[in-house]
């Protein structure tokens, strides 16, 4: 079969699993914290992990999960302090990138996942990257949708939102770094680089912006936003992981992002020269503009990389 009928194979495959394959909605506790998540597609079949990007949460997978479902078993969870699992106030839970992966280890151990895909976009990819260190036998493959895991990746917008305040936290460096949780900024994540941003269904950024406007909030993205920092430092250590096992990986980037750039997918080839890269003319949340083609792309390179 070629590749163009292939494709379209399993594109009809995905477009049939509508109906057939419902997303359900549940609750999980781990360590004392409730965690939601999505659920679609048999557990009997391949398992593709879903992590969320910063300021969202699984409802940004909303559309692609029935999409991979016909053929994938598909979770997407929500970390704490994002979506409809439990925030708890930072004086009782540590808000740092480690303990999140360790919550949806967690998750993924009691739910009884051992071996999954994993789609890594924003702050999915620390968390994503972490876990491919702590088992790398565990993951298939990895599919990255502008989950950074190289500095080249790093647009300005760092330096201009987070560096100085990563330096010294004082009134001047938190008014900047507090810009980054207001609707402006979350509206900016899905307009910038956008072909036709007038066509994002404003339910995408509004709901994140509820998320982020929540009593308390405000401090656990300013701990996050702390810790950030040490997803920088780790990375040798995923460029070793990555470069001992080989997964397959695909890059799927908005060429237009402006949180993190095409270099961050590029950089790949240095530690996996067989990655595979598909630019999108789009911007950071490119599901919301290029659903169709990330889909596509995903359902052709799982069908050659998982059995």
């Known amino acids: 079969m070629n590749h163009t009928l292939k494709t379209m194979v399993l594109w009809a495959f995905a477009t049939s699993a509508f109906a057939a394959n419902p997303t359900t909605y549940h609750y999980q506790k781990v360590g004392g914290v409730n965690i939601f998540y999505r659920e679609a597609g048999s557990p009997t079949k391949p ?33 704490p302090g994002f979506g409809y699992s439990d925030q ?76 100085p305040y990563w330096k010294e936290r004082n009134p001047q460096t938190e008014k900047k770094a507090r810009q980054i949780l207001t609707l402006d900024l ?66 799927v980037w908005g060429k237009n992002d402006p949180i993190f750039i095409p270099a961050g997918a590029e950089a790949f080839r240095a530690d996996v020269p067989k990655v595979e890269i598909q630019y999108l003319d789009t911007g950071h949340f490119a599901l919301e503009e290029d659903l169709e083609a990330v889909a596509a792309s995903m359902l052709t390179f799982l069908a050659k990389h998982v059995r």
Request: net charge negative; proline share 7%.
């Open 47 to 79: 398992t593709v992990v879903l992590l969320h990007g910063y300021p969202s949460s699984s409802h940004m997978y909303r559309d692609l999960i029935p999409k991979l479902a016909d053929r994938y078993h598909v979770i997407a969870a929500d970390m």
């Open 186 to 251: 979350t509206k900016f994540q899905y307009s910038k680089g956008f072909r036709h941003p007038e066509k994002v269904n404003p339910d995408s950024y509004m709901f994140d912006q509820l998320g982020l406007d929540r009593p308390g909030n405000d401090e656990i993205q300013l701990a996050l936003f702390t810790d950030y920092q040490s997803n920088i430092d780790q990375y040798p250590q995923w460029h070793a992981a990555l470069r001992k096992a080989q997964p397959p990986v695909l890059c």
């Open 88 to 163: 708890p106030s930072p004086a009782n839970f540590e808000y740092t990138f480690a303990h999140l992966t360790d919550v949806m280890d967690e998750l993924l151990d009691t739910l009884g996942v051992k071996k999954y895909s994993v789609y890594v976009m924003d702050y999915g990819s620390p968390v994503g990257f972490r876990l491919f260190v702590k088992h790398p036998e565990r993951i298939q493959a990895i599919i990255s949708q502008s989950g950074n895991a190289y500095s080249e990746g790093l647009s300005p917008f760092w330096a201009e939102f987070l560096v």
